[in-house]
């Protein structure tokens, strides 16, 4: 079991992308959520909103969610952080597998 965890730059963006997974079966769910981010930028410090989205899906379709991101993403290089989960409850994972096979 898998959550990537993608930052987006609005949350069209992250409801888009959100949609086209779980209709692609590559995520069994995405929870999204509004974010404020601060980055440098140049020598100031920018704070822009925006969303993130929470991918909740299994091993073999990291790959292919990456893919969907990477073509979707509208500004910039999208950062992907993927993290293996030690533990889940069973009932979830059941269902998370049936809903990404």
């Known amino acids: 079991m898998i959550f990537i965890y993608v930052p987006c730059q609005n949350l069209d963006t992250a409801k888009n992308i959100a949609k086209l997974l779980v209709e692609k079966r590559m995520a069994g769910k995405v929870d999204i959520l509004p974010t404020d981010s601060f980055f440098r930028a140049g020598e100031n410090v920018a704070e822009v909103a925006g969303a993130a989205m929470i991918i909740m899906t299994i091993d073999k379709h990291v790959q292919d969610i990456e893919d969907v ?15 293996s989960l030690y533990r889940l409850n069973r009932d979830f994972k059941d269902w998370l597998i049936a809903a990404t096979d």
């Open 69 to 83: 991101v990477r073509e979707h993403y509208q500004d910039g290089v999208p950062c992907m952080a993927t993290i």
